[in-house]
Nanobody, 116 residues
Framework: QVQLVESGGGLVQAGGSLRLSCAAS????????MGWYRQAPGKQRELVAR???????DYADSVKGRFTISADNAKNTVYLQMNSLKPEDTAVYYC??????????WGQGTPVTVSS
């Protein structure tokens, strides 16, 4: 079982930046994928960005060029650097880890609010 602890959410003005962190503990073997999803009020949860254990990354079109996902494998931590934030980025952001041996695990979510 994998446990995830997120941090870094908060309130920021449009155009500002935030960095989310997600520390994973437990059995995290390769191959794995670590990522961030978000859910805005009244909307479905959607993928924001993910990074695989071989370094491949994938981004939602809406965040390409503004968000960057990275991982520190030694610390089992994944980061999401969010720049040029827009009001439409407002959502609860969830960390997700998929491990081939144990499936999906989710964090508790961290809220991000971008004011206009």
């Amino acid at each position: 079982q994998v446990q995830l602890v997120e941090s870094g959410g908060g309130l920021v003005q449009a155009g500002g930046s935030l960095r989310l962190s997600c520390a994973a503990s437990g059995s995290i073997l390769s191959p794995n994928v670590m990522g961030w999803y978000r859910q805005a009020p009244g909307k479905q949860r959607e993928l924001v960005a993910r990074i695989s254990s071989n370094g491949n990354t994938d981004y939602a079109d809406s965040v390409k060029g503004r968000f960057t996902i990275s991982a520190d494998n030694a610390k089992n931590t994944v980061y999401l650097q969010m720049n040029s934030l827009k009001p439409e980025d407002t959502a609860v952001y969830y960390c997700n880890v998929w491990v081939s041996t144990s499936g999906n695990s989710w964090g508790q979510g961290t809220p991000v609010t971008v004011s206009s």
